[in-house]
């Protein structure tokens, strides 16, 4: 009965540990994404404070809305992609 609960105990601390570094994939993730945002709010803040007239201002702010909508469209894909290839839609 002994090697039975050791040997359970094993696959559950396994399963803890490849549900461990699926979280650490997760957790560095979303710090990739807060810096890459972070540095993109900080040129188009600079970008946005450098507009000597209104046309400049309204030429960064197209450009800024273009990439934003381009960004969300990439991740849409990739969660996307991400959604449907976990075990369950397989």
Not at 51 to 70: C, I
Request: proline share 1%.
């Amino acid at each position: 009965m002994f090697a039975l609960t050791d040997e359970f105990s094993r696959a559950a601390f396994a399963a803890f540990n490849a549900q461990m570094a699926q979280f650490d994939e997760c957790a560095q993730a979303v710090v990739d994404v807060a810096l890459s945002s972070l540095a993109t709010a900080t040129v188009a803040s600079n970008q946005f404070l450098s507009a000597q007239n209104t046309e400049e201002f309204f030429d960064v702010a197209t450009s800024q809305s273009q990439l934003a909508l381009g960004l969300a469209q990439a991740y849409s894909r990739e969660a996307t992609d991400a959604a449907l290839n976990k075990p369950l839609f397989r």
